[in-house]
């Protein structure tokens, strides 16, 4: 037998030594199990510190090691909370969601239903941009609402909504004055029109839409009247002397 081959024998053997330092030596030192609650409260500890990458490692490794007991609850929460302050939003909705999906009746799901809607919200984009994460909000504060009316969370939520509508509201009066500009008054008309009938409470857009819906209109029936004159021009020169 070689020493190469040997050489490999004996640092095997020592790796499955549990007991010897040698092997831990070769091999490495395993991270050791430590309770739940220990390492719960260390990832606290960098939770608080703003130490957000530190206290994710940790609350995975609760969940991973002790799947079913109290600790890992919490830490599933503020493992979606870490990634939220991290302005990693996709990844704190799924952790939201799983939470949500895997602990239907727990405390904590208006809590993660309110978060998966600030989620969305906070990748909301301008109003002359596309709209998808703000409706996503809506719903998600919507079904809030619906599910849990009387929970802490629903003045906050409520603020929320109020400003995805408003948002909503202005894109589409946007979009008209777009329509406006560009003499595409039948078109601006339908816009101004959503503005009305879907967004009341915007009462200074209101005004607006009604006034451009009345000079839309105008502008429709003037583009009509130059070709209803030269036609009668044309009916004189045909008619016989």
Not at 181 to 209: F, G, H, N
């Amino acid at each position: 037998m070689s020493t190469i081959i040997r050489i490999l024998l004996v640092m095997a053997v020592l790796a499955l030594a549990g007991g010897c330092e040698k092997g831990k030596w070769w091999f490495g030192k395993k991270d050791p199990d430590r309770p739940p609650d220990v390492m719960t409260k260390e990832g606290m500890t960098h939770f608080k510190k703003k130490n957000y990458d530190d206290a994710i490692e940790t609350f995975e490794k609760v969940k991973d090691r002790y799947p079913y007991s109290e600790e890992a609850l919490l830490a599933q929460i503020k493992l979606a909370d870490a990634y939220f302050y991290k302005k990693k939003f996709d990844e704190a909705l799924g952790a939201y969601k799983e939470f949500e999906k895997l602990h239907p009746t727990n405390k904590a799901v208006p809590y993660c239903v309110f978060r998966q809607g600030l989620c969305y919200y906070r990748q909301r984009s301008t109003i002359d941009r596309d709209q998808t994460y703000t409706i996503k909000a809506l719903e998600e504060f919507k079904r809030l609402k619906q599910k849990f009316p009387d929970c802490e969370y629903i003045p906050k939520a409520e603020g929320y909504m109020a400003q995805c509508r408003r948002d909503l509201g202005e894109q589409e009066f946007y979009v008209a004055e777009f329509y406006y500009r560009t003499k595409r008054y039948q078109a601006a008309i339908d816009r101004y029109q959503i503005v009305l009938q879907d967004y009341p409470e915007m009462a200074d857009k209101q005004a607006q839409s009604r006034s451009r819906i009345e000079e839309c209109q105008r502008l429709l029936e003037a583009e009509k009247q130059p070709e209803g004159f030269l036609s009668k021009i044309y009916h004189l020169f045909d008619a016989r002397w």
